[in-house]
């Protein structure tokens, strides 16, 4: 199965990415995320990294741990 590449994001979740982010983020790098929202309605810092082998962007708590991650499609 072949790997799918990132796609260039702006933004995640309402959250603007900068210019250093935008490209960190494809180039496969954690992106760190300040006030990220919850479920629940609270913030926390949050980290997004695209993998190429589930072909989409997950967040976690710790970054580039895929142990916590959780898949978000946007």
Do not use: H
Not at 11 to 30: A, F, H, M, N
Not at 36 to 41: E, F, N, R, S
Request: glycine share 8%; with cysteine; charged share 30%.
């Amino acid at each position: 199965m072949p790997l799918r590449s990132s796609k260039n994001l702006t933004k995640w979740k309402g959250i603007p990415l900068t210019e250093e982010q935008q490209k960190d983020y494809r180039e496969g790098k954690s992106v760190k995320l300040d006030n990220y929202p919850l479920k629940d309605g609270t913030t926390a810092t949050m980290y997004l990294m695209f993998y190429p082998d589930k072909g989409q962007p997950f967040a976690s708590k710790k970054g580039g741990v895929r142990e916590t991650t959780e898949c978000l499609v946007e």
